[in-house]
């Protein structure tokens, strides 16, 4: 079971980033598949969440508007498409997917450094 997630880097102020979040040895459709960062120095924080319901999505405050969350069944993939993004987004981005299948599951990545910056 492995989650990785690629795409982060460093951007200007207003830029835009896509990460995506690959996982093998379980299916991203059975999970709820989550995004969380955690700046440097503060509390690891909620971001975006996909739910196994329908595809209901839910985002942060902070995020809402600028942040889109997606799923590739396919490609058992799920994708945080950021927009707009401002110097309070840096911070290192994780993904999760949590189910109970037969008992709790959770699995996380080694995370991704996203910064903004001019």
């Known amino acids: 079971v492995q989650v990785v997630e690629s795409g982060g880097g460093l951007v200007q102020p207003g830029g835009s980033l896509r990460l995506s979040c690959a996982a093998s040895?379980?299916?991203?459709?059975?999970?709820?598949m989550s995004w969380h960062r955690q700046p440097l120095g503060k509390e690891r924080e909620l971001v975006a969440v996909?739910?196994?319901?329908?595809?209901?999505?839910d985002y942060a405050d902070s995020v809402k508007g600028r942040f889109t969350i997606s799923r590739d069944n396919a490609k058992n993939t799920v994708y945080l498409q950021m927009n707009n993004l401002k110097p309070e987004d840096t911070a290192v981005y994780s993904c999760?997917?949590?189910?109970?299948?037969?008992?709790?599951?959770?699995?996380w990545g080694q995370g991704t450094q996203v910064t903004v910056s001019s």
């Open positions: 999760n997917a949590k189910a109970y299948i037969r008992e709790w599951r959770d699995y």
């Open positions: 040895g379980f299916s991203v459709r059975d999970y709820v």
């Open positions: 996909f739910s196994t319901s329908g595809g209901a999505t």
